[in-house]
Every structure is written in C-alpha cells, then in structure tokens.
C-alpha cells in the first residue's frame, strides 16, 4: 500500500496544454499525481522519471520557480508548482533515482540548526560513515534510549519537514554489492537505503 508523504495545493503544465491548471499535488511512496476537482489529471510512477530539474516558468503576474519533471519513453515533460519547492524536489529525487540521490553538506547544515547537540553528532557521524550499528551512535557515551529517542522524536521529523523523508532508516540486512558483503542490524543515512549498493 501506497503511503501518502507530502500534499500540498499547487499548479501543473504540460508542454501540450501551455497552461497552467491549479489543483492538488500529492506524493506518495510509489507515485507523483495531480488532481483538479477530484478528479486524478496526471499520474506516474518514480520508474518512468527519467530527469528532474528547476525551472523559472512565466506564473500569474511574473515568473515563479518550477520543477521540470522528464517522464516516460518519450521523453514528456511537465511542471510543478508547490510551496517547499525544494522539499518537493529532493522527494522526488531520492524515489525516483535513489543510487544518485545526495544530501548535500549545506542540506546538513540546515538540518542541525534545528536540532540539539546529540542529535547532531548523530547525524554527522550519519552523514561521514554511511551506516552504524548502534553502539557506535552511543559511543559509550550516551545510552541507547536517549539515541533511539533523539532518531525518533528530534532526527526523522526534522528531516520530514525539511527533505520530505526521515534521515535515519534501520535495515536489519544489507547487501553492498561492491564490497562482497551483507551488514546487518544498522542505522543508514536515507539516501544509501536501496536494497543494494
């Protein structure tokens, strides 16, 4: 089942129509749509997008800042118009290509100004290693509820409101293709979460 992520009013285009038509654009775990009087205009799933970029589009009375969004084998474009343009984007992004998805280090500097000091160490610690087990978030310095907690309560919904998904995902196994081996039982920073890397 498909959950919902992110809802949000907003306008869409296509490069047939050359209009924009306002309604509801909805995010799900397995597909992007746009819906006008509740009715489902446009649809696709994270597979077909080929490419994702911004866009400055004439909007209203000026121009606004899109997202252009390549899809399907014919290579079809569309646009998007949304509040948190940049949440949407990132969303988006890590879906529909999560091997090439990265959290950039200024994208982490915006994440740990609204976080307190062990929650930040976590995610940097995140952020340099990949992947922990953890005792290595504790470090022997901090018990496992109060990381647990910091991940759960402070880290994910930071993040959500920020990226449009949690930071920290647990896999309790791993394949990295790579290097020949499976990790178990470990904390990944979001955008290695593919089943295999």
């Given at each position: 089942?498909d959950?919902i992520?992110?809802?949000a009013?907003?306008?869409?285009?296509?490069?047939r129509?050359?209009?924009?038509?306002m309604?509801?654009?909805?995010?799900a775990?397995g597909?992007?749509?746009?819906?006008?009087?509740?009715s489902?205009?446009?649809r696709?799933?994270?597979f077909?997008i080929?490419n994702?970029h911004f866009e400055?589009?004439?909007?209203?009375?000026?121009?606004?800042?899109s997202?252009c969004?390549?899809?399907?084998s014919?290579?079809?474009k569309?646009?998007?118009i949304?509040?948190?343009?940049?949440?949407?984007?990132?969303?988006?992004?890590?879906?529909?290509c999560p091997q090439?998805?990265?959290?950039?280090?200024e994208e982490?500097y915006?994440l740990?100004?609204?976080?307190?000091?062990?929650?930040?160490?976590i995610v940097?610690?995140?952020?340099r290693?990949?992947h922990?087990?953890l005792?290595?978030?504790?470090?022997?310095?901090?018990?496992?509820?109060e990381?647990?907690?910091r991940i759960?309560?402070?880290i994910n919904?930071k993040?959500?409101?920020l990226?449009?998904?949690?930071?920290?995902?647990?896999r309790?196994?791993?394949?990295l293709?790579n290097?020949n081996k499976?990790?178990?039982?470990?904390w990944?920073l979001y955008?290695?979460?593919?089943e295999?890397?």
């Amino acid at each position: 089942m498909d959950t919902i992520a992110l809802k949000a009013p907003g306008g869409f285009l296509t490069s047939r129509t050359k209009k924009w038509q306002m309604g509801n654009w909805t995010a799900a775990s397995g597909f992007l749509d746009f819906s006008s009087k509740n009715s489902i205009i446009w649809r696709c799933d994270y597979f077909s997008i080929i490419n994702l970029h911004f866009e400055k589009l004439p909007f209203s009375f000026g121009r606004e800042e899109s997202i252009c969004i390549e899809y399907g084998s014919k290579n079809e474009k569309i646009w998007v118009i949304v509040k948190n343009l940049k949440k949407w984007r990132n969303f988006i992004y890590a879906h529909a290509c999560p091997q090439l998805f990265f959290i950039t280090e200024e994208e982490i500097y915006a994440l740990v100004q609204k976080i307190d000091i062990l929650s930040e160490e976590i995610v940097w610690y995140l952020w340099r290693n990949k992947h922990a087990v953890l005792s290595e978030l504790t470090r022997g310095i901090f018990n496992q509820s109060e990381v647990l907690g910091r991940i759960k309560n402070n880290i994910n919904p930071k993040s959500e409101e920020l990226y449009g998904f949690p930071f920290c995902v647990f896999r309790t196994e791993k394949k990295l293709i790579n290097e020949n081996k499976v990790i178990t039982n470990s904390w990944w920073l979001y955008q290695s979460d593919s089943e295999e890397i």
